[in-house]
T-cell receptor
């Protein structure tokens, strides 16, 4: 069965530190990849997405992610986090012709001022 | 203002009761989804519908039922057969490319 693995369940950083959240998936065919963010008390919203083309994708609020096909990975990065980045982050994969997403368990990020 | 609405925001249920959670979208999307979110488990798919009058079970459909009589609406019923219904429920719809848009969620608590 297809699966998505997020390696870090909880991450604590100080403001201005760099962030990298890992995401690996198990499907070997064509994939579409997503990162979603859930700020406290808010909707789950799309941070960035990869469908094809340049494997380095840029999203909102200074986030970026790199698709490395050989490693089945789609890690999320931000060079300098802010307190307002405190949220839960979910990686998701859509594979094949089905319009379903498989979500990782999420990473809870806390940024201290 | 396009988007997905869910109601109610909070719902309390006594054991043995069925409850129905509402989900409406005005994005003109064909596909709609129901997820359950529990701490540390991410989002788990309950049911999904690719088109009106059709729906399929997701990974954790037992104890739940849905209907899709209109394109805009995809209500979820949590039945008394669901053994652990206390959770946060999220509804989503999907663009043709697969990008999903989420509602604000309903927090269900069984008393």
């Amino acid at each position: 069965a297809q699966s998505v693995s997020q390696h870090n369940h909880h991450v604590i950083l100080s403001e201005a530190a760099s962030l990298e959240l890992g995401c690996n998936y198990s499907y070997g065919g064509t994939v579409n990849l997503f990162w979603y963010v859930q700020y406290p008390g808010q909707h789950l919203q799309l941070l960035l997405k990869y469908f094809s083309g340049d494997p380095l994708v840029k999203g909102i609020k200074g986030f970026e992610a790199e698709f490395i096909k050989s490693k089945f990975s789609f890690n999320l990065r931000k060079p300098s986090v802010q307190w307002s980045d405190t949220a839960e982050y979910f990686c998701a994969v859509k594979s094949g012709g089905y319009n379903k997403l498989i979500f990782g368990a999420g990473t809870r990020l806390a940024v201290h001022p | 203002d396009g988007g997905i609405t869910q109601s109610p925001k909070y719902l309390f249920r006594k054991e043995g009761q069925n409850v129905t959670l509402s989900c409406e979208q005005n994005l003109n999307h064909d596909a709609m989804y129901w997820y359950r979110q529990d701490p540390g488990q991410g989002l788990r798919l309950i049911y999904y519908s690719q088109i009106v009058n059709d729906f399929q079970k997701g990974d954790i459909a037992e104890g739940y039922s849905v209907s899709r009589e209109k394109k805009e609406s995809f209500p979820l019923t949590v039945t008394s057969a669901q053994k652990n219904p206390t959770a946060f429920y999220l509804c989503a719809s999907s663009s043709p490319r697969g990008e999903q848009f989420f509602g604000p969620g309903t927090r269900l608590t069984v008393l």
